[in-house]
């Protein structure tokens, strides 16, 4: 069920970005009056499910068997039909070819535009009916947990990080997306009162992308509940305990006790899973604090299962912990509250996308496809998740799409800024011969994603 979920929101979400994709092209070339021979949602190739070619009219409005995106076929455009027969024929009036540069300029933006047009309506309702809810990182007073790659690099439990090469983080979930979009050098980080910088290897970069536990909440250990069924039912457990060491006796005097100890602080939740998990079956004395206000400690002691868990709840409830920010907007705040997230996924994204183009950062491994689109979403219906979702896509979309790369708007676009300037058109031979060029990478990228895609599902 779970998985048909996200079938069905890949399948509206797609299917809403490239319909509002597809109109704004469009809408510029019904508005300079170029003729619109098609539009549709779904490619057609061989059949189409539905058609439909209103009286009067010139365009003819479809859905096609294939979803794999959509299309706008122009009149006298060359695009991914690859149409070279109307090519050959004198110019008409009504054809993109025929109208000056600034005109088709608008009409090879529109798609663009509107994707980004898109993106600003929909954060500013998501301002507006749900508002904003973070984490500050400088409220995150327990610091970070990291893992066996953020120790390898240098951080520790605990560890609060201030920034990256200088640059302060505001909201904790981002720590992990500044370090790799910044590729910082450094990073600044208070351990036991005092400031430290810890030199970043780029080397680690790649390791960095792939990991996406590297900066988690430090979230305490603290007993929520211990369930009847439980291996530790009868420990003397109760509800707000807190774990401060763990102590796995020598099984004979040739060996050492093995202990887990916070200096001054409970035991981090992650840093207990990852000491018990590899102790399964063994019995470790837990210290324990029962009272916040209180020096008095106990000892417990506590039963580790075979799959290597104590069995009991912890508390995860984040506000139990942290202040959470939460902002609320008027209508009128929403909009510029929803320009302005817009304008921060786009940089975002476009750092991110320098990433793919930069070897080192073997960042062309996290390309996916519709089944990486499918795996971002919530197994569930939920209608801010979608929505997001869904205008952080639009920005991918509107980004992707402007990149001077043949085939893509951003191709056609340059090749009119290009005649724009210097009031020289390219040639149909050579657009159609740069169309063939950009298909056949996009291809290529397309490859590559479902590539990494199934790769990633069978590891």
């Not at 991914?80 to 005109?103: G, I, N, V």
């Not at 837990?286 to 508390?315: C, H, K, M, Y």
């Not at 209508?331 to 990433?355: C, D, H, T, V």
């Amino acid at each position: 069920m779970a998985v048909l979920m996200k079938i069905l929101q890949v399948v509206l979400a797609l299917s809403l970005l490239v319909l509002v994709h597809e109109f704004g092209h469009y809408f510029f070339a019904r508005l300079f009056k170029i003729k619109v021979e098609k539009f549709y949602l779904f490619f057609d190739a061989g059949f189409a499910l539905f058609r439909w070619k209103p009286k009067k009219s010139d365009t003819e409005y479809g859905i096609g068997w294939l979803p794999l995106g959509g299309y706008c076929k122009i009149a006298g455009m060359i695009d991914e039909s690859m149409d070279k027969e109307q090519m050959k024929k004198d110019p008409q009036p009504w054809e993109f070819r025929s109208h000056p540069a600034w005109q088709r300029f608008f009409v090879l933006f529109g798609g663009v535009f509107f994707n980004v047009i898109l993106a600003v309506v929909l954060y500013s309702c998501i301002m507006a009916s749900w508002g904003e809810e973070y984490i500050k990182n400088e409220d995150v007073t327990t610091g970070i947990a990291t893992n066996s790659l953020g120790r390898e690099i240098g951080f520790r439990n605990a560890d609060k990080v201030l920034s990256f090469d200088g640059k302060p983080v505001e909201k904790f979930d981002e720590l992990r997306l500044q370090l790799i979009q910044e590729q910082a050098k450094t990073a600044t980080v208070e351990r036991e009162g005092a400031n430290k910088e810890i030199a970043i290897d780029p080397v680690y970069m790649p390791a960095i992308l792939e990991s996406a536990d590297l900066f988690e909440y430090g979230i305490p250990f603290v007993v929520a509940e211990v369930p009847d069924t439980s291996i530790n039912a009868s420990a003397g457990l109760m509800k707000g305990d807190r774990l401060l060491a763990l102590n796995i006796p020598a099984q004979d005097s040739t060996a050492q006790d093995t202990t887990l100890l916070s200096e001054g602080r409970t035991l981090m939740f992650t840093e207990v899973l990852e000491f018990i998990s590899s102790h399964p079956g063994k019995t470790a004395m837990a210290t324990v604090q029962r009272d916040a206000d209180s020096l008095q400690l106990l000892q417990i002691p506590l039963q580790i299962s075979p799959e290597g868990f104590f069995g009991v709840v912890v508390e995860g409830d984040l506000s139990k912990f942290y202040n959470i920010t939460k902002r609320k907007y008027s209508f009128l705040q929403a909009i510029p509250a929803g320009i302005k997230k817009a304008g921060e996924q786009i940089s975002n994204y476009w750092k991110q996308l320098k990433l793919i183009f930069t070897p080192k950062t073997k960042a062309y491994k996290s390309v996916g496809s519709f089944i990486a689109i499918g795996q971002i979403f919530p197994g569930y219906w939920n209608w801010r998740a979608f929505w997001s979702i869904t205008a952080f896509l639009s920005i991918m979309l509107a980004v992707l799409n402007i990149l001077p790369i043949p085939a893509l708007d951003g191709g056609h676009i340059l090749f009119t800024l290009y005649e724009m300037i210097t009031g020289r058109k390219p040639s149909d031979k050579f657009l159609i011969a740069a169309q063939t060029v950009g298909m056949i990478l996009l291809i290529g990228l397309m490859i590559l994603a479902f590539g990494n895609d199934i790769f990633r599902l069978l590891k």
